[in-house]
């Protein structure tokens, strides 16, 4: 997989973020960030804990106030001044393990307007189980949330965001709690979707090596963008060598190799 | 209510000779599924506390009323507790404090008030009403009242139960689907509000809160998806309410509290089959 070439970005579209700042009582978290996303390209998103990377994805939906702008410009025409489609991917859900939410109930409450509690539309389990088996989940969709393993939670939520198709895909920290093989795969897929329908990717990831070989771009953040460049020019930035206290940019150049690597150790806390 | 009198006396038990026993009969079936629907979503958010605090914190409500000089205190009531939810709501979201500190902090202080304000004078046992509840003194313009409220509740649900349930199973998720998430919520603190502190002189404030979520968390045990988790809540609670309605006529007990301790042997129940 050649991760840093820009041949497959259509390019056409683009998603600008300018002077976005964001401050929640006196802390400053986000300031003068600007940002442009070019559909069919994934960009990695990497900083310091508190350096405001879920912070930028919540701005961006629009759930925390901001400062700047979001405009998208679309490739047609006709789709000037439309709000884009936004996917999201979160960390976690807000729920303890032994709620009785099936992952159809999941994404028949989130895509579709019929009460869940009176039960699902054959339409909409259909359509479930078609993004499901995108990701890998067949045998998925009758299980609780509670009872699926962190890969498996992050694949049903990774086929949610893509149902229906967005323009852009925000993904936090989406391999947590997985293990390398399946992280390894997780990033396949999504790299392959990115090809398969044009998208444009935010990922934030503290999985270093492992992005770095699948994202086209990475921008280093820490209350603003230090760094923006391919994974190799962004480790080099001495400010990121710095704060990892390890120098990336020898390993980045070894693509489908995976090296084991706890983020927690990787991390200054 | 003449035709559900006319069909209920027909039938050979002592309790269905009664006329109170009819009303408040009539009351339990339709309160049970209000509380049945919207414990379902108040345990999978997580917020049995807050419900037992907005209904704690009718003591105020009815210490306001009661120097305001109003006959009937359920409005200030109501005032009172729509006011604290919402508060408590901003407050879940903007304090770095447990949300658990800030609702017992609120409960308590409303409770004192509220104590305060009504034992001056030494005349807090008229109140004391309040506390246990009083089901078999049901009007039937209260009955009207707990009709509208089920069906309002049914309605809310009907069009904005997705909407809910995506806010509060991730706020940024139900966001980048549209969701206006503030709206959702401080729709959901006002229903639960209002739907308690209305039950509050039938049903009790000590007692108020486990028919709210009793009947979930036993749902909870036995559903595998939310379908069933918020039918077998509704049986669940209507069940329990009839059954303790009907044994507080023979055992002469306040209804509100053997409604619960049924409530709570259907949880045990429930505890075993999920054990299997």
Redesign the interface.
């Given at each position: 997989m050649e991760a840093n070439t820009s041949a497959s970005h259509c390019g056409a579209c683009c998603t600008k973020i300018e002077d976005l700042g964001v401050t929640i009582g006196s802390a400053t978290i986000l300031d003068h960030v600007n940002l442009h996303l070019h559909c069919g390209e994934l960009i990695a998103l990497i900083g310091p804990n508190g350096a405001g990377k879920t912070t930028l994805?919540?701005a961006m939906?629009?759930?925390l106030p901001h400062t700047g702008e979001l405009r998208f410009v679309p490739v047609r025409k006709d789709a000037r001044g439309k709000k884009p489609r936004?996917?999201?991917v979160?960390q976690?859900?807000?729920?303890?393990s032994?709620?009785?939410?099936?992952v159809?109930?999941?994404f028949?409450?989130?895509t579709?307007?019929?009460?869940?509690?009176?039960?699902?539309s054959a339409g909409v389990s259909k359509e479930a189980q078609r993004m499901l088996a995108i990701v890998g989940g067949n045998s998925l969709i009758?299980k609780?949330l509670g009872a699926l393993s962190c890969g498996e939670l992050q694949r049903v939520l990774l086929a949610l965001?893509l149902t229906p198709v967005p323009e852009i895909l925000?993904l936090d920290e989406p391999v947590s709690g997985v293990d390398q093989a399946g992280i390894e795969l997780f990033y396949q897929m999504v790299s392959q979707f990115r090809k398969d329908f044009d998208l444009a990717i935010l990922l934030i990831s503290h999985d270093l090596p492992a992005v770095a070989s699948f994202a086209d771009r990475m921008i280093f953040l820490n209350r603003t963008i230090l760094a923006d460049g391919t994974p190799r020019e962004v480790f080099g930035h001495p400010v990121v060598r710095q704060t990892f206290g390890y120098d990336f940019s020898a390993t980045a150049a070894l693509r489908k190799t995976v090296i084991p690597l706890h983020h927690g150790g990787a991390e200054k806390k | 209510m003449n035709g559900w009198h006319a069909f209920l006396g027909q039938l050979p038990f002592d309790w269905a000779q009664y006329a109170f026993m009819l009303n408040a009969l009539l009351a339990v079936i339709l309160v049970s599924p209000l509380f049945a629907l919207l414990g379902c979503m108040v345990i999978n958010n997580q917020m049995a506390f807050f419900s037992e605090a907005i209904g704690h914190a009718a003591l105020t409500g009815i210490a306001i009323g009661v120097l305001a000089g109003l006959g009937n205190p359920l409005w200030s009531m109501i005032a009172v507790a729509i006011l604290l939810a919402f508060a408590i709501t901003l407050f879940r979201r903007y304090s770095a404090a447990s949300a658990d500190t800030i609702i017992g902090l609120v409960m308590s202080f409303a409770v004192a008030l509220g104590v305060v304000l009504l034992s001056r004078g030494g005349g807090f046992a008229k109140y004391s009403r309040y506390l246990i509840g009083d089901i078999l003194t049901i009007t039937p313009n209260e009955i009207a009242g707990a009709a509208a409220m089920l069906a309002g509740v049914a309605l809310l649900w009907m069009f904005f139960f997705n909407r809910f349930f995506l806010t509060f199973l991730n706020r940024p998720l139900a966001k980048s689907r549209g969701i206006n998430v503030w709206f959702m919520e401080a729709l959901f603190a006002a229903a639960v509000a209002l739907v308690v502190t209305v039950s509050i002189p039938w049903i009790g404030l000590l007692v108020i809160n486990s028919l709210l979520i009793l009947p979930a968390a036993a749902a909870r045990n036995l559903a595998r998806n939310t379908a069933q988790y918020h039918a077998s809540a509704v049986a669940i609670s209507l069940v329990s309410g009839i059954l303790g309605l009907i044994g507080s006529f023979y055992w002469n007990t306040a209804s509100g509290a053997t409604i619960v301790l049924f409530a709570m042997a259907f949880f045990a129940a429930s505890l075993v089959l999920r054990r299997r």
């Open positions: 994805l919540r939906l629009g759930e936004i996917g999201y979160p976690k859900l807000d729920m303890d032994l709620a009785p939410i099936s159809r109930d999941l028949a409450g989130a579709s307007r019929w009460p869940t509690w009176l039960g699902c009758d609780k965001a925000l | -």
